[in-house]
């Protein structure tokens, strides 16, 4: 059994529909409310992506790395957005971005990994938890379309959990002919746990119809836009953006992972169309950078950061945010962005409101550890 099971994975990354970097994963559900996740590994800098340009502390902290608040978008009086987030601040614009800032998860270490594992499970230590929010999400859902597979053991840890769940992302080796496919179909039709396997992974392969394999920010929001404006389609999703350790050089990479990650989304608010309006998208990192700069033109590990929800659906055009401020006295271990939101928080109230499900029932379901009040007014209803 192994051995077909083995086959019929490798005939998968034939059809063009095994995992590879960026990753796509969804689930599906029936309502007419999309929500994506979008993480951004590595720890992505909220000072220099939503800039407290009004804090007098920012500039002097900051130094060659602060940025010029007449480049940015000026969000409010306190706060301005990268000048590579152009796309995202015409949504703030049309009331469909929404920031919440001084927001962090319960780890408070420096381990990346230790940190994405308690972001994406929901716990409140690494590990503790085997299954991930995203996916007890799923299964708070009611009456499921049809069952849903991962084809490979790299579903991401937030979706991982007894809610079937499945994966998809482009792949660059040849593609299998119609004939291998339809071979291959046939070898597996009297197969009861095969076969409905082969029809699962052949499904999704029809989601991704001719958005090719390409992999850059352009073509995976065209491919998840394309997934989810389906009226069968998944209505939950995940995409894993990585390169946001910036300790580094960051000024240039830093504004070249925003662009990516606004072209990215506009892409798919622009392949969305109409459903567009009934989509959640909330943009969150591991955890956040130092205030003050580093040796190396970068920033290292800090604490709280930046998260973002945007679509049409989203209650936008402000950002949220308790600032603490950045005046050493105010910083969390004298180096930090201190916390005065948790993610745990944005994550329920954004996905209860989405979905209609009462948020401190969706807090309870998915932060069991440690239940969250929900944060509220977040999402259109």
């Not at 949504?91 to 308690?118: I, K, T």
């Not at 937030?158 to 992302?169: C, E, F, K, N, Q």
Request: proline share 6%; charged share 20%.
């Amino acid at each position: 059994m192994m051995i077909r099971r083995q086959f019929l994975r490798f005939s998968a990354i034939g059809a063009g529909a095994l995992l590879v970097a960026p990753r796509l994963a969804l689930a599906a559900a029936q309502t007419d409310r999309r929500f994506l996740f979008v993480i951004q590994r590595g720890a992505a800098d909220g000072l220099n992506t939503v800039i407290p340009y009004a804090d007098p502390a920012y500039a002097q902290l900051r130094g060659a790395l602060a940025i010029d608040p007449t480049t940015a978008t000026k969000l409010d009086a306190q706060f301005a957005l990268h000048p590579s987030l152009v796309e995202i601040g015409k949504m703030h614009g049309a009331g469909q971005a929404l920031f919440v800032h001084a927001v962090a998860s319960p780890y408070r270490e420096r381990s990346h990994f230790d940190a994405q594992n308690v972001l994406e499970t929901g716990g409140t230590a690494p590990y503790r938890l085997r299954d991930g929010w995203l996916n007890r999400l799923t299964g708070m859902m009611t009456a499921q379309k049809e069952e849903a597979i991962a084809f490979a053991p790299t579903v991401p840890m937030a979706l991982r959990g007894p809610a079937d769940v499945t994966s998809y992302a482009p792949s660059a080796l040849p593609q299998a002919t119609d004939d291998l496919l339809a071979r291959v179909g046939d070898l597996y039709t009297e197969d009861a746990q095969l076969d409905p396997l082969w029809r699962s992974a052949m499904a999704t392969r029809g989601m991704a119809g001719e958005n090719g394999p390409k992999q850059d920010p352009a073509s995976l929001g065209k491919l998840a836009a394309g997934f989810l404006a389906k009226p069968d389609g998944p209505r939950i999703a995940m995409i894993e953006t990585g390169g946001w350790d910036t300790h580094s050089g960051q000024a240039g990479r830093l504004a070249a992972q925003l662009k990516a990650l606004d072209v990215m989304l506009a892409n798919l608010r622009d392949g969305l169309g109409p459903v567009w309006n009934d989509t959640v998208v909330l943009v969150a990192t591991e955890f956040g950078r130092t205030a003050a700069a580093n040796g190396t033109g970068g920033t290292d590990h800090g604490t709280g950061s930046a998260a973002m929800l945007i679509g049409g659906a989203v209650k936008g055009g402000r950002v949220v945010a308790d600032w603490p401020g950045l005046a050493q006295a105010n910083l969390l271990d004298g180096r930090d962005l201190k916390p005065t939101a948790q993610l745990d928080a944005l994550i329920a109230g954004a996905a209860g409101e989405t979905f209609g499900i009462d948020p401190p029932r969706v807090a309870r379901t998915l932060f069991a550890d440690a239940v969250p009040r929900p944060m509220t007014g977040l999402v259109r209803t």
